[in-house]
């Protein structure tokens, strides 16, 4: 998230926060998508962290990007840690250990999602290179251990790196060391928004394998194809999973904020400050009974600033955020969106999604979202393994984009765009079982040419 949402309209009743939701159904034909991805930096000579400090350090890498775009800078305490395009909508920000996150501007197609990747790479290319910094698409730092990287400059991150051990095992792993490719994508009415919701969930296991692209810890492989999935298992369960009551009767934006009301929040902003009320409900908060701050009820800032901060498997704001998959390489990077804009945004398609969807129960979902991480295409439910859904899925994608006829200059559809999965379809292996392959020959044991071959 580039920045934290600044609306101070003071809340008064859940019904609300409901209408909150609510208020983000549009008509298909205003159907957009946001692709939002990190990357990670490092520095090209000795493939080592990049400070946030000094004059080649990930904050004179933003000034350098403000000057190019025009952008208008996100600033706290004095350290630029964003910016954000007041025309079309994108914006880049950081991460905590400095991966370098665009969140692109709502697009009509895939091709413009495309063209806007291609555009933000080179732009970043353009100021990166002269400061003596390339970026990496791996799901997870490939060499470094966690004392080695850097904290960002943002006061919720200060917040964050304190509770998180409180809560889980790798919570500070996942702030420091992984990266995500993310995409978001439109609902049109309550029961549409559910209807995704519930196909994303059971099916975001696909995506994880598709894209599980994170072997490797401090220069060794971990055991998974998807190391970033496997440490969101035990991040902090109160705000991560697979959320199985969103599939229970009932289920609608009231339940989601229901929900949302009694996961713990980190922080409250006023002004720039960032006040820690780790561990406290939004719903103590709204009752006016947060110890950190007395009698006060939150804003809508407030309240979207804490939707940001609940990290299942898709998440619901006023779109649907799909966050199974691991950063990749910019050339698979389009894919993910093509993958679920072709099973969400055709109706033909999200039905034939939500028959394959339906057949499992909460167990044997998480059940297979346990398994993913390590075994890819091999994790099974019931009798069938992930690849031969993976496959039904692809096809049902390939079907969606084609019927959404949006074309491109050369007279191609969107379905382009899935060539990279179709390739590893066809090889059978994930992202991640063709670098363990290289790992165990061509690189000789070392991750070093992850650094060149995987990089942007």
């Not at 129960?361 to 690849?387: M, P, T």
């Not at 191609?412 to 994930?430: A, F, M, N, T, V």
Request: hydrophobic content about 40%; overall charge negative; proline content about 6%.
């Amino acid at each position: 998230m580039a920045r934290d949402q600044i609306d101070m309209t003071p809340l008064q009743s859940r019904d609300e926060l409901v209408a909150w939701l609510e208020a983000g159904a549009k008509p298909s034909s205003e159907f957009r998508i946001g692709t939002e991805h990190e990357k990670t930096p490092f520095t090209l000579q000795g493939h080592d962290p990049v400070p946030y400090e000094g004059s080649r350090g990930i904050g004179a890498l933003l000034e350098g990007m403000q000057l190019l775009l025009g952008w208008e800078p996100i600033m706290e305490q004095g350290n630029i840690i964003g910016l954000y395009d007041v025309t079309g909508g994108g914006a880049i920000s950081l991460e905590p250990g400095g991966q370098f996150e665009l969140s692109g501007a709502p697009v009509e197609t895939v091709h413009q999602t495309q063209a806007e990747l291609a555009a933000h790479l080179a732009q970043v290319k353009e100021i990166a290179t002269p400061l003596g910094i390339g970026f990496l698409g791996l799901g997870m730092t490939p060499s470094w251990s966690l004392a080695q990287i850097p904290m960002m400059p943002k006061g919720r991150y200060r917040i964050m790196r304190d509770y998180m051990p409180k809560v889980g095992r790798y919570g500070l792993d996942m702030m420091f060391r992984t990266c995500t490719v993310q995409t978001n994508l439109d609902f049109s009415s309550e029961s549409d928004m559910v209807k995704k919701l519930r196909v994303s969930v059971a099916l975001q296991p696909v995506a994880t394998a598709l894209f599980a692209n994170s072997p490797f810890t401090e220069g060794k492989p971990n055991g998974f194809l998807s190391y970033r999935s496997e440490i969101w298992r035990d991040t902090d369960n109160a705000r991560a999973g697979m959320i199985p009551w969103a599939f229970e009767g009932g289920m609608g934006f009231e339940r989601w904020v229901d929900y949302a009301l009694d996961v713990p929040m980190y922080f409250v902003k006023r002004g720039e400050n960032y006040i820690d009320v780790s561990g406290s409900s939004f719903r103590d908060f709204f009752d006016g009974r947060n110890n950190a701050i007395p009698g006060e009820r939150p804003t809508l800032s407030d309240w979207a600033n804490h939707l940001s901060t609940i990290f299942p498997e898709v998440r619901l704001k006023r779109y649907l955020e799909m966050r199974g998959a691991d950063g990749v390489p910019w050339t698979r990077l389009p894919a993910l969106s093509a993958f679920w804009v072709g099973l969400l945004y055709d109706d033909a398609t999200l039905d034939a999604a939500w028959d394959i969807a339906k057949r499992w129960n909460a167990q044997e979902r998480q059940a297979w979202r346990d398994d993913v991480s390590r075994l890819g295409f091999k994790a099974r439910i019931k009798n069938h393994y992930l690849f031969e859904i993976a496959k039904e899925c692809l096809m049902l994608a390939h079907g969606g984009l084609r019927r959404r006829g949006r074309i491109d200059h050369f007279g191609r559809d969107e379905s382009r765009h899935l060539e990279p999965l179709d390739q590893i379809l066809d090889s059978g292996r994930s992202p991640a079982e063709e670098m363990l392959e290289k790992f165990n020959g061509a690189w000789a044991g070392s991750v070093e040419p992850a650094y060149s071959e995987y990089a942007f």
